[in-house]
């Protein structure tokens, strides 16, 4: 077999998986949104179930998959393998839990033990299958129809198309579910406290310097005091504040460049930049913090962290890159 041979077998895979996605995708209509609304109404307060997510075999694995994808957008979600369930793990199911069953069959053995636990207690069923009419089909309350299209490995029939159809619809009932409840960033980041996405999406207010590292003068303040107080902080800017605490402009090493002659002539009033034009709310995300300094132009490394005009802190490039950011 040549590396042609080789390359040409991989496309074949993927245009065999992505031909039958786009029919899955069309073919998506009325059980998908009831299926959400049962999964969100399970969850809705005062309610408190879980989305039991069930299987064998390598639908099993997907299911765990779709459950681990579901608690991380913040959907109480589990995994009960359908083995285990027939040796106590079904008292792990509740009367107010929807159980979501994947099988590309419907007739798996092992699902029959979940799913006449599911009747008899009234615990809805959501059945993820290619087969409606199978006894995974007529027993679930709502049915997930998978497009039963070949599986890429057809000679051996390997789960291939069949798994990736099944992750895909997960992923698909995660999103539409989490942005049904208005899921936020800011609660994603609870979830994802690890690794660049969980510093990505941490805020301005958890990686700025407090008000005592504050580079700040007031608009009267002699060049020759306000240079002071930029070396001294060490941030290559100071702050002009009002009275009142409110940030006024700022001045930074450009600034003294265009003010080079008769510098220490002037106040920080009449040096300063109006404004700032970036700033950023205590509430921004690190992520989105790191795309203003650069973007729009011109670039810059430090930003005030500012809160009804008041600057509450101090971000510098330098602390996004600890945290991971980049």
């Not at 959400?36 to 399970?42: K, N, P, R, T, Y």
């Not at 008292?91 to 099988?103: E, P, Y």
Request: net charge negative.
């Amino acid at each position: 077999m040549t590396r042609h041979d080789t390359i040409a077998v991989g496309r074949r895979v993927l245009e065999t998986e992505s031909e039958a996605l786009g029919r899955m995708a069309a073919g998506l209509g009325e059980p998908f949104a009831e299926a959400v609304e049962m999964l969100f109404q399970a969850q809705d307060a005062p309610r408190s179930g879980r989305i039991v997510c069930t299987g064998i075999g390598k639908s099993g694995h997907v299911a765990r998959k779709v459950a681990a994808t579901l608690a991380s957008t913040g959907s109480a979600a589990i995994f009960v393998h359908a083995s285990e369930a027939s040796h106590g793990d079904l008292g792990m199911i509740g009367a107010d839990d929807v159980i979501l069953a994947l099988s590309k069959t419907g007739e798996t053995r092992e699902l029959a033990d979940v799913i006449a636990y599911a009747a008899r207690f009234h615990i809805p069923l959501i059945g993820m299958t290619t087969a409606p009419e199978s006894a995974l089909g007529l027993a679930s309350d709502i049915v997930l129809q998978l497009p039963d299209a070949p599986e890429a490995a057809a000679a051996v029939n390997a789960p291939t198309t069949s798994t990736t159809l099944q992750i895909a619809l997960g992923d698909a009932l995660a999103v539409a579910l989490l942005e049904r409840r208005g899921f936020r960033p800011e609660q994603f980041r609870d979830f994802h406290p690890g690794g660049k996405l969980g510093a990505m999406l941490r805020t301005a207010a958890d990686l700025m310097h407090g008000r005592e590292e504050l580079p700040l003068v007031a608009p009267g303040t002699p060049m020759r005091e306000a240079l002071l107080v930029m070396s001294e902080k060490r941030w290559g800017i100071v702050g002009v504040v009002d009275p009142q605490g409110r940030l006024l402009g700022a001045i930074t090493d450009g600034d003294l460049r265009r003010h080079i002659e008769g510098l220490l002539d002037h106040t920080a009033g009449e040096v300063m930049t109006p404004g700032p034009r970036k700033t950023a709310p205590p509430g921004m995300l690190a992520g989105e913090a790191l795309a203003l300094m650069s973007d729009p132009p011109p670039a810059v490394t430090v930003l005030f962290v500012v809160e009804d005009g008041k600057p509450l802190g101090i971000l510098h490039v330098h602390d996004l890159l600890r945290a991971g950011v980049m």
